[in-house]
């Protein structure tokens, strides 16, 4: 089986050293069990790091005979560069696993993702066992193997706002999990902050649901239950003689309906932002540099 292990890496100088060394050492270890060929390779993807990264990378491509780079011409983010990795490796490799340059999901569980593919499944999650490491909104970055066929097909969702742990399940092939837990960062600081996280969060629920539209509808029926029953009140406290409530509750309604009218051009204005960006259909990426591993060009040969 031959295998693209993708690797994106912003600003990762103080892991790679240490991340080339164990992930060579697996290889080797794969390769002598018989579970990846001899052309398998692993692509760090540099996504317009700041710092040493790109040097190093391609160091470890000159050192190392399994490692191969490709450099981005700018800060795309996470899921635009794993995106990049993954399109320029799918064609001449049989599958595909993703993994964070931190190392902080287990790589023994990448045997049991090949295992699971020589099975006949074209997707592999790797589900974390124990999430006690991380805060709520860090669950669902995990790493994942796709086969070719799979990779090829993600490739036909053109939407630029990419969310790739939704998007993989709508691909529809054949799938199955691993289980691991997952350490703490070894070195460097995590590149996805809160504020990354939440927007990322919003990401996600905007490009794959219309639920908060659903959710203003009903905000907007209680609002409506709230007026006829101010109209009752105001109504039987006309009759007994008390005249002098229709201040308050003309004030509720206008805030009320106010706040949810905002809240509703808010939320649709959400989604034509999201139109706005997808219309422009702009390239995800702009690849700089390929660097190709020592590990393919022995093939050719
Ligand atoms: N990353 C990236 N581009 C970015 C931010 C992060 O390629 O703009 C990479 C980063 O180098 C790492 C992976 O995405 O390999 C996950 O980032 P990190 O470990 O900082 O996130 P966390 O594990 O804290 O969620
Ligand atoms: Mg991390």
Not at 102 to 108: A, T, V
Not at 200 to 219: C, E, H, L, Q, R
Not at 220 to 229: K, P, T, Y
């Amino acid at each position: 089986m031959k295998l693209a292990l993708v690797v994106p890496c912003y600003n990762e100088e103080e892991v790679l050293e240490d991340t080339t060394k164990q992930l060579c050492k697996l290889f080797d270890k794969l390769l002598e069990k018989g579970k990846i060929d001899e052309d398998s390779y692993i692509l760090f993807v540099n996504d317009g790091s700041k710092d040493q990264t790109w040097n190093l990378i391609s160091k470890f491509n000159e050192q190392e005979k399994w490692v191969a780079g490709l450099n981005l011409a700018a800060n795309v983010g996470h899921q635009n560069a794993l995106y990049a990795g993954l399109m320029s490796s799918y064609k001449n490799v049989d599958a595909t696993i993703s993994i964070d340059a931190d190392l902080q999901d287990d790589i023994n569980v990448i045997e049991n993702m090949i295992d699971e593919f020589n099975k006949g499944n074209d997707i592999v999650y790797g589900v974390r066992n124990d999430r006690t490491s991380d805060s709520f909104f860090k669950r669902f970055t995990a790493q994942r193997l796709m086969s070719a066929r799979a990779v090829e097909q993600l490739g036909h969702y053109k939407e630029r706002n990419l969310f790739l742990r939704g998007m993989v399940p709508l691909i529809g092939y054949k799938t199955s999990c691993v289980y691991y837990a997952r350490k703490e960062r070894m070195a460097g600081e995590s590149k996805y902050p809160l504020k990354k996280m939440l927007s990322f969060a919003f990401d996600g629920i905007t490009s794959f649901s219309i639920k908060p539209i659903t959710m203003i509808s009903w905000v907007v029926f209680l609002a409506i239950v709230f007026s006829v029953c101010a109209m009752i009140y105001t109504f039987i406290g006309h009759f007994v003689g008390n005249t002098v409530s229709g201040w308050s509750s003309l004030m509720i309604s206008i805030w009320f309906l106010g706040g949810v009218q905002l809240l509703s051009i808010g939320v649709i204005g959400q989604y034509i932002g999201k139109t706005y960006v997808e219309v422009k259909e702009r390239p995800r990426y702009n690849i700089d540099v390929l660097l190709e591993s020592k590990s393919v060009g022995k093939e050719n040969d």
